[in-house]
């Protein structure tokens, strides 16, 4: 179990405030989080790839491509934009 100079010690490297029963608190949850890992650290993982995936997850990005629109829409839209600029759509800022 983690001492009680050792659970300020960690409270003050994470800049946390903790008074006298908080303290006691955290001195049992953080000795019951290392203990939980030492656990762990005995897994058997010899046969296990380092880089093996538990999911079969691909990279689903795409190239970027312009998708054709008919040239009738193209010109209504842009006679809907009173502001335009170098054949450029102009719409008020936001930020």
Partial sequence: MLSK???QHIAK???LG???SE??????DLS??????D???EADVGGIDALARSTAAENVL?????????????RRLREAFS?????????KAIL
Avoid: F, H, W
């Fill in 5 to 7: 100079e050792e659970t």
């Fill in 13 to 15: 490297l994470a800049r």
């Fill in 18 to 20: 903790l008074s006298e």
């Fill in 23 to 28: 303290i006691e608190k955290y001195q049992k």
């Fill in 32 to 37: 019951a989080i290392l203990d939980y890992v």
């Fill in 39 to 41: 656990k762990l650290k």
């Fill in 62 to 74: 795409r190239e970027d491509e312009a998708i054709p629109r008919p040239e009738q829409k193209t």
């Fill in 83 to 91: 502001d335009q600029k170098d054949g450029c759509l102009k719409v």
